[in-house]
């Protein structure tokens, strides 16, 4: 069975402190790694895709990097707006996608 | 380019009452998808269809929970009867070609 993990489950950050989240997972087949932004109240908001190790996506503030065993996303001087819950998911060769619990991120002023 | 659409937003049901969503899919997205999506949790696939065809529905409580997707646009989902367990946020999504899903804003549906 396809497996995310996701860590660590929530991340406290000052503005302009930079982390990175982590996704670890297990698939059989990996057709595509793929980050979501999920806001309260919200659908998640589609981000990025991989599709193979040593890929890179960047977007504003946020990068996306693959691995064969884990992604991570790393997200740079946050501001307080990129405050928001962060989905990993893979697609298998079924084109199933399964998620990871997120990783809630809160960027303080 | 208009996203996908779901009503309600929120419902709230007794245990053992019926209750019903919808959801209108991006336009020429031929797969459609509904999630259950769990307090805590990242969104769990209960069905998957291919213009009106099911795909995938290993998920999907049958005794329970139907949907269909007529014409292969709009889709409903279905709880009869509803469990205090399956308060949760029902998500909708769709895709041009199985690879990114785009999902809607959700149905928050509680259960008491």
């Known amino acids: 069975e396809d497996q995310v993990t996701q860590s660590p489950e929530a991340l406290r950050l000052q503005e302009g402190e930079s982390s990175s989240l982590n996704c670890s997972y297990t698939v059989s087949g990996l057709r595509g790694l793929f980050w979501y932004r999920q806001d309260p109240g919200k659908g998640p908001e589609f981000l990025f895709t991989l599709y193979s190790a040593g890929e890179e996506k960047e977007k504003e503030r946020l990068k996306a990097t693959l691995t064969k065993k884990e992604s991570f996303l790393h997200i740079t001087a946050p501001k307080p707006e990129d405050s928001a819950t962060y989905l990993c998911a893979v697609q298998a060769n079924d084109y199933k996608l399964s998620f990871g619990a997120g990783t809630t991120v809160t960027v303080r002023a | 380019e208009a996203g996908v659409a779901q009503s309600p937003r929120y419902k709230i049901i007794e245990k053992r009452q019926s209750v019903a969503f919808w959801c209108n899919p991006i336009s020429g997205h031929a797969t459609l998808y509904w999630y259950q999506q769990i307090l805590g949790q990242g969104p769990k696939l209960l069905i998957q269809f291919q213009n009106n065809g099911v795909v995938d529905d290993s998920q999907l409580p049958k005794d329970r929970f139907s949907a269909e997707r007529l014409k292969g646009v709009d889709s409903t989902l279905k709880i009869q009867p509803a469990k205090l367990e399956d308060s949760a946020v029902y998500l909708c999504?769709?895709?041009?070609?199985?690879?990114?899903?785009?999902f809607g804003p959700g149905t928050r549906l509680t259960v008491t």
């Open positions: 999504a769709s895709s041009r070609d199985r690879a990114t899903e785009y």
